[in-house]
């Protein structure tokens, strides 16, 4: 897909960027998603509705909150929302929906100082984002009860901790808990199938297109009628709606910006 410069689009989705995350412990893409965001502004292009699909924080490994608190780390928030504002069109929609990762609470609400940052740069947070053709949610919904909830916060801080001193550990610690205990990715035809389902009847879907985030698989189904729009972690990949189609994008420095699939709303 050849984006064109100059133009206003309906929409970009994107989600997972775990933003905050050293790379040191865990390797990321996030210089690769501010290349793209200064590319698309460079080129001149606008988008109606940005539509952040969750995980855009880090906030389970260590506290989001607390970095944002040093001088520091409001300017690293600034980093990533200024390159984000900048595609917004004048009156466009900016949506920031809630992940798992960033909130601790299991009632999905963000620390305060980031939601009033967030509300100050007119940004609207909610856990689910729905029109008359898609829903939006970032797709935990369904995957934990309480308990496994706050064990997992508190597994992740212990080991994202101890990794701060032996970063190596953490690769170790995700690669077992991966072969063990994995829920949040899909391996088999199945798996991605009732996943889907579970979340479709959690987010009512109805016979609407349902876009998702979260288990950093970036995939469409026209079947399912859903999208995944993978993560700033391994994929590198978003999504731009024009008019009815909705574009599957991924992105590399190397390679500039190649399509993957195309969706066109059933309307
Ligand atoms: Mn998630």
Redesign the pocket.
Known sequence: MKIKAGKTYRSLILS?VHYLLDKKIKEHSHKDLFALLDYLRKKEIRFERLILA??ILENWYFSANRRFRHKKGKKRFNKLFDRLDALVSRRGEKIYII???DSVNYSLTLPARIESYLDTRGWETMEIYEDGQIVVA???QGQYGKFFWFLNIFLVKIVYSFALFFPRFFKTAENFYRRHFNF?RNETPEQVLKYYSILSNRVKQGDRLLVS???HQFMASEELYVINTGDWIESRTFVIQEGDLLYGLSYSRRHGIQKEFTIQLRT
Do not use: A, C, E
């Open positions: 997972d969750g995980d992940g798992n990762h970032h797709g935990h949040d985030g979260h288990t």
